[in-house]
């Protein structure tokens, strides 16, 4: 349920700035996965791939760089680092 809920925020946030760049297509999305966040960079893009398809965001590329610092302030979150549109 974790997964669930995370993925349809980031997923509402990405269609958010692709609308925003009036953008075709999403083409790559890079994420921060906190030590916390329960979430391998392999876990995160399974889930990814799920939560994108038949949105604007079916078919980019994904960059998930995992932290082992447990005690970074964000590190039981997933943070949108950067996305690259095309317009």
């Known amino acids: 349920m974790h997964e669930a809920t995370l993925m349809k925020g980031l997923m509402r946030r990405i269609e958010?700035?692709?609308r925003?760049?009036?953008?075709?297509?999403?083409v790559s999305v890079s994420?921060?996965?906190g030590a916390l966040s329960h979430m391998s960079p392999g876990h995160f893009a399974e889930h990814f791939e799920e939560a994108a398809a038949g949105t604007i965001a079916?078919?980019?590329s994904l960059s998930a760089t995992a932290s082992d610092d447990v005690h970074h302030a964000n590190a039981q979150d997933v943070?949108?680092?950067s996305i690259?549109?095309?317009?």
């Open 16 to 18: 958010e700035i692709a």
């Open 20 to 26: 925003d760049q009036e953008a075709v297509r999403v």
């Open 31 to 33: 994420v921060w996965l």
């Open 58 to 60: 079916a078919g980019a």
């Open 79 to 81: 943070l949108l680092e």
């Open 84 to 87: 690259e549109v095309e317009t």
